[in-house]
């Protein structure tokens, strides 16, 4: 990304509340909250959960930021100064090396061919519990969420419906599963069997680090992500699933390794 790009996506937000300033992205949608907050009022997302937004708020770029704070760090890049949440500075660091990595090599013509290791996590929950799901290109998003749901005991009682990054109800994606389908009949949704990972790919320029997310009963919602572990050539995936033990597996899918929480 050039230093204009990042400057005018990436800024501080300022709130005089709490004992550091966060990150702002201005090209990503605001997380979506119930409709008392104001969050829906204020744009871009901030980049880690450790604090609320205010409606009192500045943006301040990064410069200027620096100047008010009298430190010499001027691009976001290594650690994060004390006066800024480092979580938020190394996502920034993380977006934009993904960004880079995109612009350049062969990527853009491998995304759609290729296949992924997908890391299951419940929010809330990533340290204890996880899930490593191995997808093909065809693989289709019905497959994988039959897949889902033989960790999170979630079944057709369950609401469901699939987006991009952290995407609530305003899912790009909008993809839910074929009963659920069935019975809203709403065209606004995408049935789960008619969409392929390598769709996805083509939708989200999937790759490495991207995240996928998952959300279900959308009145008291419980939120699934997943991040991009590792990217797969077609002849690589079928020698890693010939290899390995499978957790278990549908037509071109498996659960290929897993962590659960100490009992």
Same mark, same amino acid.
């Not at 990304?1 to 005018?8: K, N, R, S, Y």
């Given at each position: 990304?050039? &230093?204009?790009?990042?400057?005018?996506r990436f800024v501080i937000e300022v709130s005089r509340v709490g004992t550091v300033d966060h990150i702002v992205d201005l090209e990503a949608d605001p997380a979506s909250g119930p409709s008392y907050s104001f969050r829906r009022e204020l744009s871009g997302e901030k980049l880690c959960n450790r604090s609320t937004r205010s409606p009192?708020?500045?943006?301040?770029?990064?410069?200027?930021?620096?100047?008010?704070?009298?430190?010499? @760090?001027?691009?976001?890049? #290594?650690?994060?100064?004390?006066? %800024?949440?480092?979580?938020?500075?190394?996502?920034?660091?993380?977006? *934009?090396?993904?960004? &880079?990595?995109?612009?350049? #090599?062969? *990527?853009?013509?491998?995304?759609?061919?290729?296949?992924?290791?997908?890391?299951?996590?419940? @929010?809330?929950?990533?340290?204890?519990?996880?899930?490593? *799901?191995?997808?093909?290109? @065809?693989?289709?998003m019905a497959e994988l969420d039959a897949l889902v749901c033989r960790f999170t005991t979630l079944d057709d009682l369950h609401l469901r419906m699939y987006g991009l990054e952290d995407e609530y109800l305003d899912s790009t994606l909008n993809v839910i599963p074929d009963q659920q389908f069935t019975e809203v009949r709403d065209p606004s949704y995408t049935n789960a069997s008619e969409v392929t990972i390598a769709?996805?790919?083509?939708?989200?320029?999937?790759?490495?680090?991207?995240?996928?997310?998952? %959300?279900?009963?959308?009145?008291?919602?419980?939120?699934?992500?997943?991040?991009?572990?590792?990217?797969?050539?077609?002849?690589?995936? &079928?020698?890693?699933? &010939? @290899?390995?033990?499978?957790?278990?597996a549908t037509e071109t899918a498996a659960i290929i390794d897993e962590k659960r929480p100490e009992q």
């Open positions: 990304m050039t &230093e204009t790009a990042t400057t005018d009192a708020s500045e943006h301040i770029d990064l410069q200027d930021y620096a100047d008010w704070k009298a430190f010499d @760090k001027t691009a976001f890049e #290594g650690d994060a100064p004390d006066e %800024v949440c480092s979580y938020c500075w190394n996502e920034v660091v993380e977006r *934009i090396e993904r960004v &880079e990595q995109h612009a350049s #090599g062969d *990527i853009g013509e491998r995304i759609g061919t290729v296949g992924y290791r997908l890391r299951w996590k419940q @929010k809330g929950r990533a340290r204890e519990e996880w899930y490593d *799901i191995v997808v093909r290109p @065809k693989t289709t769709d996805v790919a083509d939708s989200a320029t999937l790759w490495d680090g991207d995240r996928l997310s998952m %959300v279900s009963d959308f009145g008291t919602p419980s939120h699934y992500y997943c991040i991009v572990k590792e990217v797969y050539d077609p002849g690589k995936i &079928e020698k890693l699933l &010939e @290899k390995r033990d499978l957790i278990v």
